[in-house]
């Protein structure tokens, strides 16, 4: 039987007739100038291939600049962080005192409190309306209350109780310095209570200590977990979805009819980030039902300064998320980078850690990450009851992130577009 073959450009391989693959007769051919040429399949591991493959492979992941600065960056991140940064039993608490009693007990309780470097003392407050202001600001941990006469009591064997005040919204960040705070009071009046008031000591302590937790006195983590867990759940969807939707149109190439509009930048940005501020209303919607019905955490504050909080933060997302979409150049470089934007709130914002534990850097890292100002912002309205007055400046804050980070999301958007 005679075959005709149909001429093919130099290099293309083609089977020859023959038996099935089934036989084992198939073979391929090429073709080389109209002649057709047989292709010999080597069998066996070949290193030259091997090495030929794993060199392609290196070359490309040196060109994916981006997932290769996250495979080598996150790990160290992490390491740094869980290293340095993160601290379950925080020191150095700011604390405030009311001094009703001036003597040398007094001083000597001070003192010792002051020694253990669980407590830092800022000043004196007169009566207990400052401190609870200064708890509900959040500018102070505890606030502790020396009665009148203190002295004069522990002398007479009348046990006085000195009163604590600590701020429970966040229970881990206190839990450390309220477990320690009999046992280093116990200590700075035994050093103080020798010769004659000796025997005033006894056997139980001459005085008691109370320890009151405000805003949540029964120690629940889920009334802390909660309101914290909101800025993580709007951070991670807000910022991904926008990336995301943004990157998506670059690739299937709408973006460059965008572009051949007069739209303006600021336009682009706007028009692109409000769709998914009613995206963020309903799952802030959901979470608060769920807080309420599910985990009874209570909403005792003022709506609109939530509402304040709330709006700031969802468009600071949806801006970083605009951000992202700039430098990623496909759906999986904007999700990686989501990722990597995300770490910092879960870490570094207060909400699985607490925040005064942190060193001083770790803080100043902290302030530059919206969601710890949110979260600050929905512990004080859900647990302390603050009114517009007591987020002012979280929100502040919020307005200033929005605005370096629109700034910087328009000109890497005009950068993209030249």
Known sequence: MN?????????????TPGPSPQGGGGREVEARDNRVVPVRRAHGFSLARFVAVLAKEFIQM???????GMMIGLPLIQLFLFGFAINADPHHLPTLVEMGDNGPLTRA??????QSDYFDFKGQVAGIGPGEEALRRGSANFVVVIPQNFERDV????HPEILIAADASDPSAVGGASAAL???VSHAVGQVLTGPLTASQGGAPPFSISVHREYNPEGKTSTNIVPGLLAIILSMTMVMITAVAIVKESE??????????????F???????LPYVLVGYVQTLVFLLASKLVFNVPFAGSWWAFFLGFNLFIIVNLALGFLVSTVARNQMQAMQLSFFMILPSILLSGFMFPFAGMPGWAQVLGQIVPATHFLRITRAVMLKGGAVPDVAAEAGALALILVVISVIAMLRYRQTLD
């Open 3 to 15: 075959v005709q073959l149909e001429a093919r450009k130099p290099g293309h391989t083609a089977p």
């Open 182 to 184: 009999a046992g280093i």
């Open 62 to 68: 040196r060109r994916d600049r981006i997932t290769f």
């Open 267 to 273: 336009e682009v940005m706007l028009g692109k980030i």
């Open 109 to 114: 309780v001070i003192a010792g409190m002051q």
């Open 155 to 158: 002398v007479r064997g009348q």
């Open 252 to 265: 299937r190439g709408t973006m460059e009819m965008l572009i051949a509009t007069p739209v303006r930048p």
